[in-house]
């Protein structure tokens, strides 16, 4: 018994010597990782660096979390690029392995979601008037987003110069014409189970929609064991997922060292344009396309900025939007938009209307293009935007989700992998705002839909 206060004091010292750590270990590291560039290279400047590396290591195990050994694991390799690139020419493996495990996570993930997604609300045609305006809403938003994004990644270009090792000759290889009508045909499957080995998303995806709509027109009774079965699978990838991250420090600490190893810290300034990119356009998504919505709509700014507050910042602490929907649906109906369109909108939106992660998926895709030193024509550009308005449905719930689509995206149009490590080192940062953009979407997406059936309460 008496040592109880001590232990409670320490539960409570805790967050404290982790940020004093953390604040430690970065300054160490990044003085002596820019200390080459004004003093030239030294022995003791690496043996600093690995002392930062070590106060970090330290933190860790005191607060350890996923995104953290992530961002850790792209520290580490990054040293140990800089400091043995014989070493990490060998760790190339490491980051295979990780590869592989995701993209058996991809046909599977999408084809449960979709049906879900679909087939979870019952008879399509009971939905009625509110399903319609909120799906045409859904998909306005989402196109604006992803060409927002295109948009974005051309003008600054964020890849070019990355020069990942190999990938834009492997690249080139693979790569040929596609015909707008070869691309229509390629959509339909003709085999499902083939389309799944093959890894053509796409037509896993048009199977899953077209599967989930046929599963709207069956009796309940029918359609229960169907859905529940497809909900099961889902349940699995995700946890199947879940489990697949926690080899993710090691694939990313992997993938960074041998990039490095062979272009040096080249590689580091295309990703901070990649970050900066990101988050400037979620910036312009928000003031450019919600709030005219919003002014359009005429709901009331200031009590909807207050009603999302906790909500959005529940998504950007955990980077989930799953995390935030109970709260998110609360506050929509202290808001004044009546329970059974928050019951519709709400979740439907974490299904279709994911704003900030397919404005990511439209900036991460060209850079790995660009990356590649692939020059994407505004063609091959709309297609892409077309395959991520399918496979980006239904990805929220779980951090990191858009690896997933990201993976089959590349995939699909011939484009390198490599690259992926990479933004993945710095996803973790650009997951907060993504996600947080997520819900604040959702959330105004009830809002309007509840507006344009006269139906938003709570005064103006």
Not at 10 to 23: D, I
Not at 96 to 105: E, G, M, T, W
Not at 166 to 171: L, N, P, S, T
Not at 427 to 444: P, W
Request: glycine share 8%.
């Amino acid at each position: 018994m008496p040592e109880r206060p001590e232990s409670e004091s320490v539960r409570k010292n805790a967050p404290a010597q982790f940020r004093a750590l953390v604040l430690a270990g970065m300054a160490i590291f990044g003085v002596a990782a820019v200390a080459p560039l004004v003093f030239g290279p030294h022995a003791w400047m690496a043996a600093t660096r690995w002392i930062g590396i070590g106060l970090l290591a330290a933190a860790g195990i005191r607060k350890p979390t996923l995104t953290y050994w992530i961002f850790f694991s792209m520290l580490t390799g990054f040293e140990i690029g800089i400091d043995r690139p014989h070493i990490a020419a060998n760790l190339r493996i490491l980051s295979d392995i990780f590869l592989r495990l995701i993209k058996l996570i991809v046909a599977p993930l999408i084809l449960g979601t979709l049906i879900t997604g679909i087939a979870g609300h019952g008879d399509l045609k009971s939905v009625g008037r509110i399903g319609i305006k909120s799906i045409v809403y859904f998909e306005i938003i989402t196109t604006i987003a992803l060409f927002i994004g295109i948009g974005a990644i051309n003008l600054t270009r964020a890849g070019v110069g990355l020069a990942v090792p190999g990938a834009g000759a492997e690249a080139a290889q693979n790569v040929t014409p596609m015909h707008w009508q070869d691309f229509i045909l390629h959509i339909f499957p003709d085999n499902i189970v083939k389309a799944a080995a093959d890894n053509q998303i796409l037509q896993v995806a048009v199977f899953a929609i077209i599967f989930g709509i046929a599963l709207t027109r069956i009796s309940a009774a029918k359609r229960a064991p169907v859905l529940n079965f497809f909900e099961s699978l889902t349940h699995a990838m995700f946890a199947f997922t879940n489990i697949v991250m926690y080899y993710a420090p090691i694939g990313v600490g992997a993938a960074m060292a041998y990039t490095v190893g062979h272009v040096g810290m080249s590689a580091l300034l295309p990703l901070a344009k990649l970050l900066g990119t990101a988050y400037a356009a979620l910036a312009a998504f928000l003031l450019l396309v919600l709030l005219p919505v919003i002014l359009l709509a005429r709901i009331p700014l200031k009590r909807f900025l207050r009603a999302i507050a906790e909500p959005a910042t529940i998504a950007f602490a955990t980077s989930t939007s799953e995390a935030a929907l109970p709260r998110a649906m609360e506050r929509m109906e202290e808001f004044g938009v009546p329970r059974q369109i928050v019951a519709f909108v709400i979740p439907a939106g974490y299904s279709f209307n994911l704003d900030g992660s397919t404005l990511y998926l439209a900036v991460a895709s060209v850079f790995v293009a660009q990356a590649a030193g692939m020059h994407m024509s505004l063609e091959e550009q709309f297609l892409m935007v077309l395959m991520l308005m399918l496979t980006s449905k239904g990805i929220a719930g779980v951090p990191r989700a858009t690896l997933v689509v990201l993976m089959a995206t590349s995939s699909l149009f011939h484009l390198p992998l490599e690259p992926i490590f990479l933004i993945l080192g710095i996803d973790a940062l650009i997951d907060m705002a993504r996600t947080t953009v997520n819900v604040i979407g959702n959330c105004l997406a009830c809002a309007v839909v509840a507006r344009s059936e006269g139906q938003l309460g709570g005064g103006d």
